[in-house]
């Protein structure tokens, strides 16, 4: 298998070369709306997040998942995991930029359906949250604590996609 790593790895990059090396500012620009979408659906799910849990006991809790996830990877590779205020702005960093990264795909394809997969990939990344954390290792009672907790998580990611979706179509106008 380890022998198989560098070669499928080989095929990889040349496969991600030819995908790109023909790109023209057409296809450069096209990328840089679907980021700069992926960032808004990732900054407005959690403003919504870091709003609603301060005010209400039932909201779902993904940050503490974030925190427990740094925390064992950090373990994991003999790293001193952080502590505090570092350890809630890592995990907030690490949930904008890989939520800005997931959301951005839902630029790819067709324009006509952008808002369908907005409200499609939302409802994945909700209902993933929902059922990978205990197969993860990670405790998945911030995220199903009652069933409106979990309503909720899903339909605030909903929302992120939506407004990545949003974005991205009114960047393309």
């Known amino acids: 298998m380890l022998k198989q790593a560098p070669l499928g790895a080989c095929f990889f990059v040349r496969y991600v ?7 023209t500012p057409y296809h450069y620009m096209k990328v840089i709306k679907n980021l700069l979408g992926g960032l808004a659906g990732a900054v407005a799910l959690n403003i919504l997040h870091e709003t609603v849990k301060r005010y209400y006991h039932d909201a779902p809790r993904v940050d503490l998942v974030g925190e427990e996830a740094i925390t064992k990877l950090s373990k994991a590779a003999n790293i001193e995991p952080p502590k505090g205020d570092n350890l809630y702005l890592a995990t907030l960093a690490g949930d904008i930029v890989s939520n ?63 407004v990545a979706a949003l974005t991205i179509k009114a960047l393309r106008k």
Do not use: C, H, N
């Open 100 to 162: 800005a990264l997931y959301y951005s795909t839902i630029g790819t394809g067709k324009s006509k359906y952008i808002i369908a997969r907005g409200l499609g990939l939302g409802m994945a990344a909700g209902i993933g949250a929902l059922q990978l954390t205990e197969p993860l290792g990670l405790s998945d009672a911030p995220v199903t604590r009652t069933t409106q907790t979990k309503a909720l998580t899903v339909a605030w990611y909903i929302f992120g996609g939506l």
């Open 17 to 23: 070369y030819k995908q790109y090396r023909d790109f």
